[in-house]
């Protein structure tokens, strides 16, 4: 089985910063790609940011010159976002999101449990 685990989400004032932490664990072959989505109260589910395995980043526009994507290792199994500028309309719930390979021709999206961001005016 797969695990994603994520952290570091909270409480905090607009202008703040935050960052999360998402690790990957289990039976893993490969990573192809991560991401970070985020879901608000009535809205649908949104990316936010993503990273692929060669280390290429995509960003939805109102995120983009605030948030940073990275990898913490070399096979992808952990993603960091670092959120900077933190805005109210940022609250959300956000999730973590791989792409997993369990085997050479098996592979699934995996989801994490969501961490609660909530930015105060």
């Known amino acids: 089985q797969v695990q994603l685990v994520e952290s570091g989400g909270g409480l905090v004032q607009a202008g703040g910063s935050l960052r999360l932490s998402c690790a990957v664990s289990g039976r893993i072959f490969s990573i192809n790609g991560m991401g970070w989505y985020r879901q608000a109260p009535g809205k649908q589910r949104e990316l936010v940011a993503a990273i692929t395995s060669s280390g290429s980043t995509n960003y939805a526009d109102s995120v983009k010159g605030r948030f940073t994507i990275s990898s913490g290792d070399a096979r992808n199994t952990v993603v960091y976002l670092q959120m900077n500028s933190l805005k109210p309309e940022d609250t959300s719930v956000y999730y973590c999101?791989?792409?997993?390979?369990?085997?050479?021709?098996?592979?699934?999206?995996?989801w994490g449990q969501g961490t609660q961001v909530t930015v105060s005016s």
């Open positions: 999101n791989a792409y997993v390979y369990t085997a050479y021709s098996s592979s699934r999206d995996y």
